[in-house]
């Protein structure tokens, strides 16, 4: 039921490059930013990529994003343990004039 | 270092309200948004509305007009939600969060509030 869509799951090894997509419209990703969001078990969420593309300090340059119409992905590149975690993106929609969320991304480190 | 530390976890009965407080610390009150959003299983995140600390004028999400209420009190930088007409689906943890008007840039979080309701 959320606006944006993301996959339920996705898993990589240790050192692997895994990619997050999200998929919106044209009243959402395609017309403002996306932002990621990290939430740790039993935490709030932290943000990860915001304005598309850019990390707020402290965030490690493994991690990445991007945006292309109406989708986006975040990138983590070295993949390790403690990056299992959910994901989540986000971005303001003009139509509904609220935020909105994707479903989350469940990661799993293998 | 800013700070947003919620309070007001409860458990409430159907058709009762509930009101959660968000005190901010670490940076100018009147400077960001605040925007609360809460987290349910089924639902996952729902942002119901913002509130500018500077004037206290709000914007809600059309789902919780008429029921969600947000106030501040800039004496105490301390932000608050409302919520009246509880259903059991309004079960989730609420986080207030900073941020601007008209994006979804959330910076930083409240932990999180959990409100239950049950008969």
């Known amino acids: 039921q959320s606006v944006l869509t993301q996959p339920p799951s996705a898993s990589g090894t240790p050192g692997q490059r895994v990619t997050i997509s999200c998929s919106g419209s044209?009243?959402?990703?395609?017309?403002?930013?996306v932002y990621w969001y990290q939430q740790l078990p039993g935490t709030a969420p932290k943000l990860l990529i915001s304005?598309?593309?850019q990390r707020p300090s402290g965030v490690p340059d493994r991690f990445s994003g991007s945006k292309s119409g109406t989708s986006a992905s975040l990138a983590i590149s070295g993949l390790r343990s403690e990056d299992e975690a959910d994901y989540y993106c986000?971005?303001?929609?003009?139509?509904?004039?609220?935020?909105?969320f994707g479903g989350g991304t469940q990661l799993t480190v293998l | 270092q800013v700070q947003l530390v919620q309070s007001g976890a409860a458990v409430k009965k159907p058709g009762a309200s509930v009101k959660v407080s968000c005190k901010a610390s670490?940076?100018?009150?009147?400077?960001?948004?605040i925007h609360w959003v809460r987290q349910t299983p089924g639902q996952g995140f729902e942002w119901m509305g913002i509130?500018?600390?500077?004037?206290?004028?709000?914007h809600y999400a059309q789902k919780f007009q008429g029921r969600v209420t947000m106030t501040r009190d800039t004496s105490t930088t301390t932000l608050y939600m409302e919520l009246s007409s509880l259903r059991s689906d309004d079960t989730a943890l609420y986080y207030c969060?900073?941020?601007?008007?008209?994006?979804?840039?959330?910076?930083?979080w409240g932990q999180g509030i959990l409100v239950t309701v049950s008969s």
């Open positions: 044209s009243s959402n990703i395609g017309s403002t930013f």
């Open positions: 986000a971005a303001w929609d003009d139509s509904l004039s609220v935020a909105v």
């Open positions: 509130i500018n600390p500077d004037g206290g004028n709000t």
């Open positions: 670490g940076y100018t009150f009147t400077s960001h948004y």
């Open positions: 969060t900073r941020g601007y008007s008209g994006n979804a840039d959330f910076d930083y």
């Open positions: 304005r598309n593309n």
